[in-house]
């Protein structure tokens, strides 16, 4: 299919909404931002990176961050991405980096019909 990126933190219930999404399409691979809480807490699979960000950085500061590991692991032309869980900076960081790095980007969530392109 292509990749999947998300983050992975704030919000009650929205872990299991990232996993569903993880699990119910095949995802050449999965890349997580979450805090230490999160890696040493959400079960991954085999094709799951999980990469630890610090939310407390500043927005450009947390950016470049994302946009490194973006650079350095994402190899498709356009990646899917989830903003179900978070907070609106992770996400404007998040949306900032894969802006920069010139992918294209699908929005992805669960509906009552299942996972989907928003």
Not at 12 to 31: F, M, P, S, Y
Not at 80 to 90: C, D, L, P
Request: aromatic share 6%.
């Amino acid at each position: 299919m292509t990749e999947l990126v998300a983050c992975l933190s704030t919000g009650k219930g929205t872990w299991g909404h990232v996993n569903r999404l993880i699990e119910d399409i095949q995802w050449d691979k999965v890349l997580l931002f979450t805090n230490a809480y999160g890696k040493e807490n959400f079960s991954a699979n085999a094709k799951t990176e999980v990469v630890v960000i610090d939310p407390e950085q500043g927005l450009k500061e947390l950016r470049d961050v994302i946009y490194t590991e973006l650079k350095a692991r994402v190899k498709s032309t356009e990646i899917a991405i989830n903003f179900i869980s978070g907070t609106g900076k992770e996400h404007m960081a998040l949306m900032a980096a894969a802006l920069k790095l010139g992918v294209g980007v699908r929005l992805m969530a669960l509906t009552k019909e299942g996972a989907e392109e928003i």
